[in-house]
């Protein structure tokens, strides 16, 4: 397909800026962190361990994750009612607004999940389908399009940090976990990536001045764009972009395209401070994908001078935006090149803490930081996290994510002999009421847990030493006396 020549380079930002928008479901898993009994919860810390000896998932059913994220508004926010009409709330989005703002989505499929767990040791492989994309840009472009630009007359405002990265890519991974002494389990995962698409802002800079006295404008700009994925990018003679073409696409080739390799790395560690109080900690996803096929680079520079029709005239008159954007557009060079590049992955820092508070119900915090084109979004999440009927836990959750305090998590998990299931949400209330929510979040999945102990005994004698129910378990002295023993004949 083509598009009309008259949008020229509107087109191909117009294009990333959707796919952005629409390429699937940001990573929030702040209530399944310190659910260690479900085996799928090894993917968010890989120093978890299984208390059986197998763990099969069921392929495609393993885990599966949906999620949504806004730190700026959700729908109905962008709205207000008044006898039974809906308009735009702009002066209520425009609280809202942030330095910088995220909108992020991700769909994670698990395709193949295997665990095995031997003395110490824990064992798993893991393949993935992996979906996400984020879209960050600065509070100051939108305070031009509300307020106009006679907001910063004899200023220079900055609209930097409009970057996305959207990727499609799929996982292989091996992880291990040991458990190190009688207070430490550590845990690491290589993982193999084979990119499928991407796309991918590198630098993003523009800077805007208005004269105080004449009202004309100086724009300078520097934006460097990066694309994986089987198109053209049309150009006429004298280098403008015209258009972006796209033709048959081969399905069987592009899935199983493997020359975009990456790498990254998960690390984790889980700490008994006492018999009490557990701590836990994971780094996810320090990596990258290097992009060689259907790539193309596409570069904007370039600054000019724009004389206004007068004094008084902003950005709220539609002929007045019309003849700045084609001055911009005639002012900027477009290169397009074909050159590899690299994306980084946004990596997750997890930090979290457990108080057994009875027997049967803890009381646990979740920090999340997730580094996104250098920045750091945070969120944390109070739980009380509960085991029914020796098989049936459950955790419900309040959280602060996005710039809001309405998220209600909760979750339900099955894990015992045979046949183990997983449902998890930070956001509750956003299922039921999506328009009212900034984070949409869903996390299911099923499992086969083999070689399960069959009774308390065996649980004992194979448990894993963080366990908090494993009151008067001599696991502890046992383990500490082997490691006294073992130092003292090496000396």
Not at 379 to 405: Q, R
Request: proline share 2%.
């Amino acid at each position: 397909m083509s598009f009309p020549r008259r949008w020229e380079s509107v087109v191909f930002i117009a294009v990333i800026i959707l796919l952005s928008f629409y390429s699937g479901y940001s990573q929030q898993n702040n209530t399944f962190y310190l659910m260690h009994d479900v085996p799928q919860s090894n993917l968010l810390n890989p120093a978890v361990q299984i208390k059986c000896k197998w763990f099969v998932g069921i392929p495609v059913l393993t885990s599966t994750q949906l999620n949504y994220s806004n730190s700026t508004f959700s729908y109905n926010e962008l709205l207000s009612t008044s006898g039974g009409t809906s308009s735009l709330d702009m002066e209520s989005f425009y609280n809202n607004i942030k330095k910088t703002n995220l909108i992020s989505t991700e769909l994670h499929l698990d395709l193949l999940s295997i665990g095995y767990r031997r003395d110490d040791y824990y064992i798993n492989f893991n393949i993935a389908e992996k979906i996400n994309s984020g879209l960050t840009y600065p509070g100051s472009i939108l305070d031009l399009a509300w307020k106009g630009n006679t907001q910063f007359l004899g200023d220079t405002v900055e609209f930097n940090n409009l970057r996305t990265n959207t990727v499609y890519y799929r996982k292989y991974s091996l992880g291990v976990s040991k458990v190190w002494d009688a207070y430490n389990i550590f845990g690491v995962r290589a993982k193999l990536l084979f990119g499928k698409a991407n796309i991918y802002s590198g630098k993003s800079e523009m800077s805007l001045y208005t004269d105080p006295n004449t009202f004309n404008l100086e724009v300078d700009g520097d934006i460097n764009i990066n694309s994986s994925f089987p198109m053209t990018i049309n150009q006429n003679a004298d280098g403008n972009i015209t258009g972006i073409t796209t033709g048959d696409i081969d399905y069987v080739s592009f899935l199983m395209n493997g020359k975009n390799k990456g790498f990254a790395l998960d690390l984790g560690w889980i700490h008994k401070y006492n018999e009490d109080i557990t701590f836990s900690a994971s780094i996810l996803d320090l990596g990258f994908i290097r992009w060689k096929t259907d790539v193309n680079n596409v570069q904007l520079t370039g600054s000019f001078d724009y004389s206004g029709v007068g004094f008084g005239t902003g950005f709220d008159d539609a002929g007045y935006v019309l003849d700045i954007r084609d001055s911009l557009f005639n002012s900027y060079t477009q290169t397009v090149t074909q050159d590899k590049y690299y994306s980084w992955l946004p990596t997750q820092i997890y930090l979290g803490g457990m108080y057994q508070y009875m027997p049967k119900l803890g009381i646990g915090v979740v920090n999340r930081n997730v580094i996104y084109r250098n920045k750091l979004h945070s969120s944390i999440t109070l739980s009380a996290n509960t085991t029914l009927w020796n098989k049936l836990s459950g955790s419900l959750s309040w959280s602060y994510l996005n710039n809001t305090y309405k998220n209600v998590g909760l979750a339900l998990a099955w894990h015992g002999r045979g046949l183990q299931f997983h449902m998890v949400s930070d956001n509750l209330l956003g299922i039921i009421k999506p328009m009212d929510a900034r984070t949409l979040n869903l996390r299911f999945g099923f499992g086969l847990m083999l070689g399960c102990p069959k009774n308390k005994e065996e649980e004992m004698k194979m448990s894993n030493p963080y366990n908090s129910m494993n009151k008067g378990n001599c696991y502890w002295s046992k383990r500490m006396d082997k490691s006294y023993k073992k130092k003292k004949r090496k000396k």
